[in-house]
């Protein structure tokens, strides 16, 4: 598989088991972690279930993302 969007992934987090992913897959991706505070997040939300916490993370940490860079894909 390989990436064929005109610009590189935009991946808004430091996890480097997602950057491995990604390279594994041969998709192209710049980092540019947000900064959100994702304890104070689970606190917040704590009726969530596992699973859509960690949808819920990846959303608002996408939206966070999207502030600084709107004409890429996160």
């Known amino acids: 598989m390989?990436?064929?969007a005109a610009s590189p992934l935009l991946l808004a987090s430091r996890s480097k088991t997602r950057q491995d992913l990604l390279r594994s897959y041969g998709i192209e991706f710049e980092t540019a972690p947000v900064d959100?505070?994702?304890r104070a997040f689970e606190k917040n939300n704590q009726s969530?279930?596992?699973?859509?916490?960690?949808v819920?993370?990846?959303?608002?940490k996408g939206r966070k993302a999207r502030e600084n860079y709107v004409d890429r894909l996160v």
């Open 2 to 4: 390989s990436w064929l």
């Open 36 to 38: 959100f505070d994702e």
């Open 48 to 54: 969530l279930k596992p699973d859509e916490l960690a």
């Open 56 to 60: 819920a993370l990846a959303t608002e």
